[in-house]
């Protein structure tokens, strides 16, 4: 009897040792490891801190949601209203306008472009629109502008150089050397600047500088140009005479040349001719006043010189 308990017992604590480490397998060999458990494993930060990194990305995509919303009801912009009136109101608004490096222009209408801004605060004042504004004037050739707080708005200009007067379709502007129109002028008061005649002799007028600079001496003498044909100049002379140039800028400037060194030598200005002709290379036309005779032979360079009196002229 003993030794079949002894048995029987001893079976029993055997199969039950089995079935427990049957049961161990089992369980370990049902739980397997997903790929992003291993991919998680494989990174080289605890998962401690990929739950912190977790976190704080859905804050920011949380927070990034609440900022477009805000965007999109215009929150910001109300804000930055609501700021730029409270300095307004605290005084920090343009009342005073200091103009610096003004000689010739009227300032008036930089004040009113300056004062005349919807918004003059001087927080929100948009100061690259007013200095585009102020370079839609003829006489400003640069401007920059600058706060000085708490209500000052300092404007430095760069002014344009007159350099002769424009008279076309009857009227008469200043303009600087690259054609620009700076303000009307009046035949009452004609600034002593030399007086280009034509359509589009403004745009010439740099073209014409360059070529009086090749007669320095006859710079001062010059009344005025007439930019003929858009192609050619007619000069006027303060001693009455005109001078026809040729065509292109070497022709020109080459008669020019000449046309000094024959008044140089002869002084043909001031003798009461009406016009001398160079258009032709080759030929010295004067045109001279009715009855009048030329008595005093001149040196022509080679030139083949005529004069015919000024009816002819056409």
């Known amino acids: 009897m003993a030794e079949t308990r002894i048995r029987r017992g001893g079976s029993t604590r055997l199969s039950s040792a089995r079935d427990t480490a049957t049961k161990g397998r089992r369980g370990r060999t049902l739980k397997r490891k997903s790929t992003l458990d291993r991919v998680i494993e494989a990174l080289p930060v605890s998962e401690a801190t990929l739950q912190r990194m977790a976190s704080w990305a859905i804050v920011g995509i949380f927070g990034a949601g609440v900022v477009g919303v805000a965007m999109f009801f215009g929150v910001p912009a109300m804000a930055h209203k609501q700021a730029a009136l409270l300095a307004a109101r605290a005084g920090f608004e343009v009342d005073k306008v200091e103009v610096r490096g003004v000689e010739r222009m009227d300032e008036l209408p930089v004040y009113n472009i300056a004062l005349g801004q919807v918004d003059r605060s001087m927080l929100s004042l948009d100061l690259p629109k007013v200095r585009s504004e102020m370079l839609k004037l003829g006489w400003i050739k640069d401007a920059r502008i600058s706060r000085r707080l708490p209500d000052t708005l300092v404007v430095d200009i760069v002014e344009r150089d007159p350099v002769a007067v424009w008279q076309h379709g009857g009227r008469l ?31 010439q007028t740099a073209g014409l500088n360059a070529l009086m600079d090749n007669a320095p001496a006859l710079k001062p003498m010059l009344a005025g140009a007439t930019w003929v044909g858009n192609r050619r100049w007619d000069l006027r002379f303060q001693s009455g005479e005109t001078l026809s140039l040729p065509e292109g800028d070497k022709g020109s400037a080459a008669a020019l040349v000449n046309f000094a060194r024959m008044d140089g030598v002869n002084r043909l200005l001031g003798r009461g001719i009406v016009k001398f002709d160079m258009r032709d290379p080759d030929r010295f036309v004067l045109r001279l006043p009715q009855g009048k005779v030329e008595d005093k032979p001149m040196a022509t360079d080679g030139k083949t010189a005529s004069a015919a009196p000024a009816e002819e002229e056409g």
């Not at 600047?193 to 034509?198: A, D, K, Q, T």
């Open 173 to 203: 502007h200043l303009i600087d050397v690259t054609g620009v129109v700076l303000q009307p002028v009046s035949a009452n008061a004609m600034p002593d600047l030399p007086l280009v005649v034509g359509p589009d002799a403004n745009r």
